[in-house]
């Protein structure tokens, strides 16, 4: 990897928001990029074709990768699933721009990498430009530049073809563009790190949470997620292997999943209103005094108002396997089974 692409990995890598996934985003772009110019960059040096083969080069994979990044973004399911589910009644504008400015910061990774990636190589650039350099201001030694066919014969510099008599022209050239090229990739560096630095600041100065919160919040986020992953593998394999048993009157499990089963005898099923409550964008509130970190956090305090009268009366009509009580308890079927408050 050529020397200008590990410094710019190395300033990538420096941000904390952009490690661990978005590293390897950007170097998986990186390499793709690299084997992209290795096997598949081939400039037609033809005046007219050069300009349009170089800058779809350099912008056409960046843009599919763009839009690639939006839909594969959790953040734009969740934009969908809240305007989905509760009709951007609880999606401000201010949680729209926020959402918006997360997704697209995220998005922007590939992207960025392939077009400050492909900058600094020159490759591409050379051959969308090299057909519109001056030739009147090519000097080599006391020769200069033959004006007849001048843009025939710099569109096949790229090529390294062309009179043996120009060579130094040719070296004169790709110098030239090579230059302007890291250029333009460099100012594209410093002004994204800025951008960010900005975005950043003013993030800090408006944010409501203190640094040990907000870190906090972070690490609640990343656990609330991986536990309601493998929470809810569990709960599908035991909710599975009762409807086959129903069916065919046993299940074959392996060791493990038995042990799972029986440790987590889940029964029924969950109210498409409790599922849209979970789903969806979230931006941190309060209510009463309680940070609410994520709609799950939100709808675990238990609801409130109409919306408790609401959920009482639907989870009543549906049937729920009474839990297992102690012998100085007495079960109560009338009871729904609602979520707990704090």
Known sequence: MANPNVRFLSLLFKSNDWVSLHGIVALVTT???????????????????????????????????????????????NLVAEWRCHKTKKCSIITTVLLLKSILVRALVAPVTWLVISLL????????????????????????????????????????????????????????????????????????AILLLVIKFFQSCC????????????????NEEQLFQHTAEVRSLTMAANNVKRFFGFVAL?????ELLAKFPA?????????????????????????LYSRLHEWAQGPRGKARVIDTEMVALLPHPEPKLSASQTPDPSSPILPPEV
């Open 121 to 192: 190589r020159g490759e591409a650039y050379v051959c969308a430009f090299s057909e519109f350099v001056d030739p009147s201001s090519l000097m080599a030694g006391d020769e200069s530049f033959p004006l007849s066919h001048a843009t025939w014969v710099l569109a096949r510099f790229p090529c390294r073809e062309g009179p043996g008599n120009l060579s130094d022209f040719r070296e004169e050239v790709s110098r030239r563009l090579n230059y302007e090229s890291q250029h333009l990739g460099w100012l594209f560096i410093f002004s994204m």
């Open 267 to 291: 029964k029924g099923t969950h109210l498409k209103l409790q599922w849209d409550k979970i789903t969806g964008s979230y931006l941190f509130q309060e209510k009463l005094g309680i940070p």
């Open 254 to 258: 392996n060791k493990e999943d038995e």
């Open 31 to 77: 390499s793709g990029q690299e084997l992209f110019s290795l096997f598949a960059f081939h400039c037609p040096c033809t005046p007219g074709l050069n300009f349009h083969y170089g800058l779809m080069t350099i912008g056409g994979p960046a843009l599919v990768f763009f839009i690639i990044s939006i839909f594969l973004n959790n953040q734009t399911r």
């Open 207 to 222: 944010s409501k949470f203190g640094y040990r919160q907000k870190d906090y919040l972070t690490r609640y986020l990343a």
